[in-house]
């Protein structure tokens, strides 16, 4: 148990003052209404003292006792009770067994002399029922054999209004409300007056203790039980605190929130409703009366009267901190809120909380200080000042005052141990990173950010990287002097950027690239800082450090160029200032060139050309046997090809001329193409190089989105290479030369049958090829004639139907304007039409119920019979049915 000072006890009423030099004159009992103090003696006389009470500095206070009066009741009997009336201003004083009313201030017996007899003790209750605010409420323990009577009582009369009978006899009584706690001979119990429903608590012997029934809360009573524990009990007769544990042989109890006080023949001990345990245990000997009076504590011996001082709570609070008892601090502030204003305790306990904070940080007990930081909504620059430089110099903070803790540094705080202070300053850098994005810390975030910022670059940190690409706050000056002074230059760049200094920034990466300061931050700084300049916007920037940037690398150096948005590459970088910006950089030219072809796919005809005559320039330089050269002439000479194939827009004849006496067949064959001298190209490919697929490629590439018959020349124009007489061998190539040619045509036939007009065909063949070897050629060939045919013929069928359709629905039409013309009012009719009306007047009303069926076969032969001038025979019908 350790202590805690939470009463100092003083003297109120000496002896001298009470009793002067009367031996034999002792203390029975004490009442204290605000300043009035009165006390009963064994001789019959009750005192009535003035208090004053004088606060000291340390929070605790003296009080002095001015003798108001002395009057002695006339009996021999001791004063066993006194209990004060103060709404009536009345004093009741129990003396004799009977209670007699007499006036606070002059002591004197109401003139009616109303008096309750017959009482062992009394009870007021603090919670009345009748809510009559002229009387008092009075519960008593009759002489009458195990009964309890309850008085409403006025200023000068009394007045029974319930008398109710225990099981056993009562010994003492509390009331609250309709409900008696009562101390019976063997039990306690709680019984309603009104109800008469008992329940009993729990059993206790009254010979072996003296029954202690105290009430120190709304339907919420003390209890002196069994093995030396101070019980709690509410009116539902269940306990909602856990017991205290006291002496064996109490004779008194006392509640002063938070604390429960006990009396015994030796001490007076301090124990907490809160956690139960004993914070204070002070020297009493001879007591026999401990009473609380509305937050005020008396005890007292036979002879004199004390007052046990609670120091304030804050001041308990503090001494516990200091002492750092952080969790029995806190649970005393948490009890202290029914005792102190909403607002007042919200002030107090946040900085409670923060305290407790930094005691446990002190401790390294990080995860305990941050929920109590947090709770507490501890400014973080309190934190922040712990480690000196962390603050900016701009910052207006000053630490709290009175101060949270005792410490004037992380230097003092660790005691010079640096170990301890690295891991203080990973927890400050933790809680800095999740307190930095609430609406707590908004007001000085710079501060916050700054901070957080030397702390990253102090110890190497990962995350001062992703602070600075991120939203921050971080002051300028502060931060580029701590990083210059911890060599963090690479992140001192991104703190230049992210104020608008791109341009420093750029020099300050550009210098570590060169070597001329370290920081090995970033192996891939080269390309960070090409990436940097291509999404910058600063198009000056760009300029200035393209020349650097290309000349470290080409490939990576252009771009700048090539990879900027395309709005960008339109409006601030012209691609012929581009271009002359690269004269000095052959790779990197080609590199942008193709970017403006095929990525940009730009129809300037310059581009195309120049582009197409680097590539060449490039093939031409191979040098036959150059070594690892041939994988890249084999890449450059592709991409021409693929440029020539499927570019339109470059000079061709221009192209030719370097191209013709140059070796490159190919290339040769490509631009014969592009010209349409497709027979050049052709037999470039077949008989000059001897590349059959080439060929055959070429004849598919040339006729891509071309009419069927220019693709069937082609492909005609191949066949007759193969079959008509080539450049002349030399003998001994002869029969090879025509058996490939030969071998080259049929493969030809064969693959691409539908491309070829048999019939044509047929004839070149010569006559010595069999039937079997052109087998697929000539299948195809049918197939296609047959499918040809077939699909003639269903077209022929689909026009002959439409043909037949469009003239029913005319014939239609018609039949349909000659019965309307004929129909339609005010037109007169002609003889004819007069004649045919007539009639199907007359076929209506002869065949009105004949079915349709039987009425047209009835009607044809006169239909034959009638001839109408003008009116065809079909007409006629049509008109009548």
Known sequence: MMSTKAFTLVSAVERELLMGDKE??????VECCGKNLYVGTNDCSIYHFLLEEQSLPAGTATFTATKQLHRHLGLRKPVCELRAASALHRLLVLCDYSITLVHMLSLEPVPSGARIKGAVALALNENPVSGDPFCVEVCIISVKRRTIQVFMVYEDRVQIVREVSTPEQPLAVAVDGHFLCLALTTQYIILNYSTGAAQDLFPYCSEEKRPIVKRIGRQEFLLAGPGGLGMFATVAGISQRAPVHWSENVIGAAVCFP????????????????????????????????????????????????????????????????????????????????????????????????????????????LEAKELFRSGQLDVRELISLCPFLLPTSSSFTRSHPPLHEYADLNQLTQGDQEKAAKCKRFLMTYLEEVRSSEV??????????????????????????????????????????????????????????????????????????????????????????????????????????????????????????????????????????????????????????????????????????????????????????????????????????????????????????????????ERAILHGKLEEHEQALRTLALELGDFPAAEDYCAWRSVGREPAYRRRLFHTLLALYLGPGPSPPASASASASAELAVAAVDLLNRHAAEFDAAQVLQLLPGTWSVQLLCPFLTGAVRDSTHTRRTAQVALGLATSENLIYKHDQEGKLRHRAVTSMEEPGVLPSPSERHILSLCHSARAALANVPSDEAEKKLLPALRQTAVPGVPQSLLRASVC
């Open 441 to 666: 810390v908004h007001s000085y975030k710079e501060d916050v950010d700054t901070a957080l910022l030397k702390l990253y670059a102090e110890a190497g940190h990962a995350s001062l990287l992703d602070l600075l690409v991120t939203e921050n706050a971080c002051l300028l000056a502060d931060s580029a002097a701590w990083l210059e002074k911890h060599k963090r230059y690479f992140a001192l760049g991104l703190l230049y950027h992210h104020n608008d200094q791109d341009a420093a920034a750029v020099q300050l990466w550009v210098n570590i690239v060169n070597g001329e300061i370290d920081d090995p931050t970033r192996a891939d700084l080269y390309d960070y800082v090409v990436d940097f300049l291509t999404h910058s916007p600063d198009h000056a920037l760009v300029w200035k450090h393209a020349d650097w940037a290309l000349q470290k690398s080409e490939e990576v150096g252009v771009q700048v160029f090539t990879r900027r948005p395309l709005e960008e590459q339109q409006d601030g970088f012209n691609p012929d200032d581009v271009l002359t910006r690269l004269k000095k950089y052959p790779n990197a030219l080609v590199r942008y060139l193709e970017h403006l072809v095929m990525d940009r796919n730009l129809q300037r005809e310059e581009y195309h050309t120049r582009l197409a005559l680097l590539y060449l320039d490039a093939v031409l330089q191979r040098t036959p046997g150059a070594s690892g050269s041939g994988a890249e002439v084999t890449e450059t000479q592709a991409k021409l090809r693929r440029l020539l194939q499927k570019s339109d827009l470059y000079r061709v004849h221009f192209l030719m001329e370097r191209v013709r006496d140059a070796g490159l067949p190919m």
């Open 24 to 29: 034999r004159v002792n203390i029975e009992c």
């Open 259 to 366: 604390y429960v006080l006990a009396l015994d023949d030796a001490f007076i001990t301090v124990h907490s409703m809160l956690d139960q345990q004993q914070k204070q245990t002070l020297p009493f000997k001879e007591g026999h009366i401990l009473q609380d009076f509305e937050g005020r504590v008396i005890v007292a011996t036979s002879k004199g009267v004390y007052i046990l001082v609670p120091l304030p709570l804050e001041k308990q609070i503090q001494d516990l901190l200091a002492s750092h008892r952080v969790e029995e601090a806190l649970v005393l502030a948490k009890g202290a809120r029914r005792n102190i204003p909403k607002e007042k305790f919200q002030g107090m306990y946040r900085r409670i909380l923060q305290q407790a904070g930094f005691i446990h940080f002190a401790q390294l007990q990080f």
